[in-house]
């Protein structure tokens, strides 16, 4: 699950991922620190211990501006896979 923000949303979202037992994967993108309590502030170890996340998995809290940050994730992301499938196709061609 990625979560950008926090609050209500990121809530719900949570909660749906223990009936299932936990997320596989988890990345949360927001600006909120712990220290207030709040629910957008609350790191992925928490969920964790609640099992809204599998103790499997690898959680990630970006500390940023989603605005900023969302958009630099994905093109890495894509930039990631092209670089793979064309060292692929050219494994392949030698």
């Known amino acids: ?5 926090g609050g209500v949303v990121k809530h719900h ?3 749906s991922n223990l009936m299932r037992n936990g997320a596989d994967y988890s ?3 927001n600006t909120a620190n712990e220290f207030d309590g709040s629910d957008s502030g609350a ?5 964790v211990s609640w099992g809204k996340i ?20 994905v093109a890495q992301t894509f930039a ?10 050219k494994n392949e061609t030698s």
């Not at 699950?1 to 923000?5: F, L, N, Q, S």
């Not at 790191?43 to 969920?47: F, G, K, L």
């Not at 998995?57 to 969302?70: G, I, Q, S």
């Open 27 to 29: 990345v949360y993108i």
């Open 43 to 47: 790191r992925p170890d928490e969920a």
């Open 13 to 15: 979202i949570c909660n």
């Open 80 to 89: 990631a896979s092209y670089h793979k499938s064309k060292n692929h196709v």
């Open 54 to 73: 599998k103790k499997t998995a690898t959680p990630v809290k970006v500390y940023a501006d989603a605005t900023l940050v969302f958009p630099l994730i």
């Open 1 to 5: 699950m990625i979560i950008i923000g």
